[in-house]
């Protein structure tokens, strides 16, 4: 039986300790703030990230970041994407090259523009490792509502074991060989649930939401081929699969602060309203910059950047969105399947 040390004690990695915990596997979670350490040892419970929900006796809480690596087979990194640099810096004197290190984090590192397995293996390039990544809500995972997900890696062998330790009757976990598309549709699903939330805060209806759903996955995917994706990876669970759920779920932090973005508040308001994580934010900025440096068209998304960093305004940008230049539905795969109109 595996032992599995998670790096990062929010929503995420608490309801993976919590899954795997009552799969009968031995946790440890490592928990950044002291406050919050000895409440989760003295109520067993998150009562900061994930509310309500018990901690079972298998889980083993601990500010040790030495403690929390040595022994493990899994070391699973859960913070945000803006702290894995620092976090893999910091865990790296206490690691052996045959642990597996899982990456749960979802974004794209601001200037390097780094994916986030990128950043582990410039660190530690002789560990397995893998990302998992899917339309998962910690608060549905952590109560055992079913969900699935997809697990990726450079190497089947160890996709296939992180997918056997993750696996339960409630978290169904599928694996794709596609690093670049898993963890490029993870990272910018978030952008385009901003983009969703704002359309509900601005009174907009489903229809624009789904308009907003539907070319969002079509700029994500185009971005990711070009980084060297799979289309295909696209129509899974880690695409469309994840922007589903992330633009029409009440859990959803980065459709919640776009709702509020939408009712008028200010984007900084927004965000220090909330402890939790709004990745889209950040992204937004990664893949506006990508989408420069690869000359990739990313209309929603510039209009998103435009809002969050250039002081644009969103019904402006709405009206930018809807006049732009007509075109074809699938212009990105004209090559591909040629179109074939009909004389008059
Ligand atoms: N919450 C979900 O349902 C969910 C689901 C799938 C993926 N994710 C992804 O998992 C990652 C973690 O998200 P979350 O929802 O658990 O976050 P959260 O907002 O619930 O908690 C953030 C956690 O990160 C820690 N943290 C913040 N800054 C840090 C730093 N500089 N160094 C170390 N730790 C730091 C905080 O102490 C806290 O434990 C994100 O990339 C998110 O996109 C979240
Ligand atoms: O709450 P969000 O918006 O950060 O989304 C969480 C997960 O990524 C959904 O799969």
């Known amino acids: 039986m595996s032992k599995i040390s998670i790096i990062g004690s929010g929503s995420w990695g608490t309801a993976n300790a919590i899954s795997l915990a009552n799969k009968g596997l031995d946790v440890k979670l490592w928990v950044r703030n002291k406050e919050l350490l000895e409440i989760m040892m003295g109520k067993r419970e998150n009562t900061t990230y994930l509310p309500g929900v018990k901690l079972p006796s298998n889980i083993k809480v601990s500010n040790d970041l030495e403690y929390c690596c040595k022994e493990a ?167 469309v699969g994840d922007l589903f759920v992330t633009c029409t779920s009440i859990h959803s932090r980065n459709r919640r602060a776009g709702i509020a973005i939408g009712q008028g508040k200010s984007v900084e308001e927004v965000l220090n309203s909330t402890k939790m994580v709004v990745e889209g934010v950040r992204t937004s900025k990664s893949a506006y910059q990508l989408s420069k440096k690869l000359n990739i068209e990313m209309p929603i998304t510039q209009e998103i950047y435009g809002v969050l960093f250039q002081g644009f305004n969103v019904k402006e940008s709405v009206m930018k969105l809807m006049t732009r230049n007509k075109t074809h539905e699938m212009e990105d795969l004209m090559e591909k399947e040629p179109i074939v109109w009909k004389d008059a």
């Open 73 to 239: 087979d899994i070391i699973v990194l859960g913070t945000p994407s803006h702290a894995v640099r620092d976090t893999v810096q910091n865990i790296k004197k206490y690691i052996n090259d045959d642990q597996y290190i899982v990456n749960l984090a979802k974004g794209i590192e601001n200037d390097s523009l780094c994916r986030m397995s990128q950043i582990i293996e410039e660190y530690l390039p002789y560990n397995p490792i893998a990302v998992l990544s899917g339309p998962n809500h910690a608060e549905e995972v952590a109560r055992n509502m079913p969900s699935a997900t997809v697990v990726s890696s450079k190497y089947k062998r160890v996709a296939e074991f992180i997918q056997d330790t993750f696996m339960t009757p409630w978290f169904r976990v599928y694996i794709n060989p596609d690093i670049v598309g898993v963890e490029i549709g993870g990272a910018l699903k978030n952008i385009i649930a901003l983009g969703a939330g704002i359309s509900d805060g601005l009174g907009y209806g489903d229809n624009t939401k789904t308009a907003l759903m539907t070319r969002g996955i079509v700029e994500i995917a185009r971005l990711g081929v070009a980084m060297g994706a799979r289309q295909s990876t696209f129509n899974g669970l880690s695409g």
